[in-house]
């Protein structure tokens, strides 16, 4: 069992940075993979970025794409998210999510077992 708890979130202006934190407690399996999504209100939950464990490589979608950077501490258990140049658009609450063998896909929201409870991000034009 893994459980996910996400921090960082916060009101901040546009063209801000920002840095989330999910902390996992439980073990993280060599090929686990984790991820950050995000829902705005009315939306459904979008793709963000994600990381593989093993080998740290990572993708983005391409809206935070050059904006956004996944990272992950092996030692603290925690995968990070750091924005940079937000937008309103950016808006949402933000999701860790894993997966405990790596997924065929790593955008897809049913690729992940277990989930946080989220954190608020909203930025202010």
């Known amino acids: 069992q893994l459980q996910l708890v996400e921090s960082g979130g916060r009101l901040v202006q546009a063209g801000d940075s920002l840095r989330l934190s999910c902390a996992a407690s439980?073990?993280?399996?060599?090929?686990?993979?984790l991820s950050w999504f995000r829902q705005a209100p009315g939306e459904e939950r979008e793709f963000v970025a994600a990381?593989?464990?093993?080998?740290?490589?990572?993708i983005y979608a391409d809206s935070v794409k050059g904006r956004g950077t996944i990272s992950r501490d092996n030692a603290k258990n925690t995968v990070s998210l750091q924005m940079k140049t937000l937008k309103p658009e950016d808006t949402a609450v933000y999701y860790c999510?894993?997966?405990?063998?790596?997924?065929?896909?790593?955008?897809?929201?049913?690729?992940?077992?277990?989930w946080g409870q989220g954190t608020q991000v909203t930025v202010s034009s």
């Open positions: 999510a894993a997966r405990l063998s790596l997924p065929a896909r790593y955008d897809l929201v049913q690729s992940y077992d277990y």
């Open positions: 439980g073990r993280m399996f060599s090929n686990s993979a």
């Open positions: 990381i593989s464990w093993i080998d740290t490589s990572t």
